[in-house]
């Protein structure tokens, strides 16, 4: 019965759309992510409701119309609206890639819910909120352990930088690139830049940002990921 089109399927279907995105949706939500809870949930829902359509036009009205067709527009509008929660920060970071993708396989877990694949649905529910959460740390021990470093830097004074390049060397790390990124904060004549360290290895990045947040003249520090 729950193959079918039938008022029981539809509202089976809805409930398993708002269960699913929104457990993705509550994971970006305690991130503090620019789409949370509802935006999964209301993303998941139309999905869903786009695959019945395409199914009731297909059962309904008969002929040789097949139901993906509408569907197959969802996984390219949603592409749309996670563009809108991809931003290009101050300091040129780039934040909202993993939400854009979250939404996109949000969409597309709600389109086989609405097609009625909810093995599919629910498995993939369970291994995207994996890749979300768990990968998540993983991909942070990853980046703590590389041997790159690239930092934005905040100098009092162009001196300042003069004396972070010296700092560098008597630590024992080689800087391979630097750039001015002019006046980009609130303190007159200040310079901030962008920095990339090549580290020795096995080497503590939170320990080597501590050390040049001593440095003087630097006044904020922080790692670009």
């Keep these: 019965m729950l193959y079918e089109l039938n008022l029981a399927s539809v509202c089976f279907r809805l409930f398993l759309a708002i269960v699913c995105g929104g457990i993705i949706g509550l994971e970006r939500g305690w991130k503090k992510r620019p789409a949370g809870l509802r935006t999964h949930i209301l993303v998941c829902i139309g999905a869903t409701l786009t695959m019945m359509t395409g199914q009731y036009v297909r059962d309904f009205f008969g002929g040789t119309s097949d139901p993906a067709r509408i569907g197959a527009q969802v996984v390219t509008g949603v592409g749309f609206l996670g563009a809108g929660t991809i931003m290009l920060t101050g300091k ?40 979300t959460t768990l990968l998540h740390r993983i991909d942070r021990f990853v980046m703590a352990s590389s041997k790159v470093l690239e930092l934005y830097i905040d100098f009092n004074d162009s001196a300042a930088v003069t004396r972070f390049m010296d700092e560098i060397k008597q630590l024992n790390l080689q800087l391979t690139k630097i750039q001015n990124v002019g006046e980009q904060n609130q303190l007159a004549g200040s310079v901030g830049v ?32």
Excluded: D
Excluded at 108 to 128: D, E, P, Q, R, S
């Design 92 to 131: 040129h970071q780039v934040k909202g890639l993993t939400t854009a993708a979250g939404l996109w396989a949000s969409a597309c877990m709600g389109l086989c819910i609405g097609i009625g694949f909810y093995m599919g649905a629910i498995v993939g529910c369970i291994f995207i909120f994996i890749a």
């Design 194 to 225: 962008f920095a990339t360290l090549k580290l020795p290895s096995k080497s503590n990045h939170r320990e080597i940002i501590s050390k040049i947040k001593m440095i003087e003249g630097v006044y904020y520090v922080e790692e670009i990921y």
